[in-house]
């Protein structure tokens, strides 16, 4: 309305308008895409439409170790029940069939003119018990099998051997899953956050990892995977395509020595994804970066795997990890409560493509950081200067005792003069 009226030039009032929305910009919320791999190492990953539902009995060994532990204890459980029920309805029908159940055939038995194929099963609880005795190998001493039917005998010959299969594969399972691989992994810690940071004259993604037992990883190995959503030139797009990146190692090999906490750095040059990224775009960029470290656990043999990631949010840029690992008394001491403490450091802002292509910014880089500390050193000295001449005034003016007084002085002339030292 003021424009309107020519009291306020409309360019003013547009001006003003501009200088409000640069005071307060407007954030953008971008959708959160999902993680492929959790923090923990799980997989993010959901199996939906499987038709062919059959493969997984194929294996049926590793279907039992995938199980939880609560359907596993269930199907040891049942497992055992079904094959006594099974048996002792196999040993109820052999002494029905031989007659044992007939109660005419007690006082034949009592005057040693009748054996039968099982002593003391005369109903199908007993010929149950006899089963358990059978497959679990107790042996009362009630119950006994005889040599009068053959049949019977093979029957003895068969549930041993399904009690033997049986006791095999469940225990197999057992320890196959209280055994795993991943729980090894659970003592084998990354840092929560990554960062990026100048080494040698060259822009690095760096980590932390970590791992808390005595025992050691033999022949551990660490890789990169930076999971992002492409689109080829044909016009396909790929939801998920997976992208190795070299790990910097001084040895050829990718092994590493993980007896204490671990700097693992991927050195940003031309192979890598993150070649053009910069610190403003980092945080526009949609990927995800996957850590792999595997190797074979000393104590049980097995290969073992941990996982983590990276997202955009939890990569600091201009950061570095303090150091934890130090000797005290002969011994090297790890303080792992600084595992994922950073620190700020020095670091261009620009991508590593523009680095390669201005090598100076680097150079003007380290020397403004130069400056800006020798300033906060100098403010820092002129801070403790004043403070320490203000608490010498402070002490004077409440301690008289410590005011000097005026001496005077008598020259050869005659005159006088006062003087305060």
Not at 168 to 178: D, E, R, S
Request: aromatic share 8%; net charge positive.
């Amino acid at each position: 309305m003021l424009a309107r009226k020519s009291i306020i030039p409309e360019e003013y009032v547009l001006a003003r308008i501009a200088a409000e929305n640069l005071r307060k910009p407007r954030i953008r919320d971008r959708p959160r895409k999902a993680r492929f791999i959790a923090k923990n190492g799980a997989c993010n990953l959901a199996h939906k439409n499987i038709r062919e539902q059959g493969r997984f009995l194929q294996d049926i060994f590793t279907t039992l170790v995938d199980l939880k532990w609560r359907h596993t204890l269930v199907i040891f459980t049942m497992s055992f029940l079904c094959s006594w029920l099974l048996f002792a309805m196999m040993w109820w029908l052999v002494a029905f069939a031989h007659g044992d159940m007939d109660p005419s055939t007690e006082s034949a038995m009592n005057s040693t003119k009748w054996t039968p194929c099982v002593t003391c099963v005369r109903s199908f609880t007993s010929a149950f018990l006899f089963s358990i005795e059978v497959q679990v190998t107790i042996g009362f001493g009630g119950r006994m099998m005889t040599e009068e039917c053959p049949l019977a005998i093979t029957v003895l010959i068969l549930q041993n051997i399904v009690g033997l299969i049986i006791n095999a594969v469940m225990l197999g399972c057992i320890f196959m899953k209280t055994a795993q691989a991943h729980r090894r992994a659970e003592t084998l810690i990354f840092s929560r956050q990554a960062v990026i940071a100048v080494r040698n004259g060259k822009l690095c993604f760096m980590f932390r990892v970590g791992d808390l037992r005595k025992s050691m990883i033999i022949s551990a190995s660490v890789r990169i995977q930076v999971v992002r959503k492409t689109t080829t030139p044909e016009g396909e797009v790929i939801p998920i395509h997976q992208v190795d990146i070299p790990v910097d190692n001084p040895i050829e090999s990718n092994n590493i020595f993980l007896v204490a906490p671990l700097i693992i750095c991927h050195v940003i040059d031309k192979r890598s994804p993150l070649y053009d990224i910069s610190a403003a775009d980092l945080a526009l960029q949609d990927l995800e970066l996957i850590v792999i470290l595997e190797g074979v656990v000393e104590t049980t043999g097995i290969t073992t795997q941990a996982r983590t990631s990276y997202i955009a949010e939890e990569i600091l840029w201009g950061h570095r990890f303090v150091p934890i690992v130090t000797e005290e008394e002969g011994v090297y001491a790890v303080d792992y409560s600084k595992f994922g403490n950073t620190v700020k450091v020095a670091a261009p802002r620009c991508s590593a493509r523009e680095l390669d292509e201005k090598p100076s910014i680097l150079i003007q880089t380290l020397q403004k950081s130069e400056l800006s500390h020798q300033n906060s050193l100098r403010k820092r000295n002129s801070m403790r200067r004043n403070n320490s001449i203000r608490r010498s005034n402070s002490m004077r003016r409440t301690n008289p005792s410590l005011i000097v007084p005026k001496v005077q002085f008598i020259t050869p002339e005659g005159s006088q003069s006062a003087s305060e030292t």
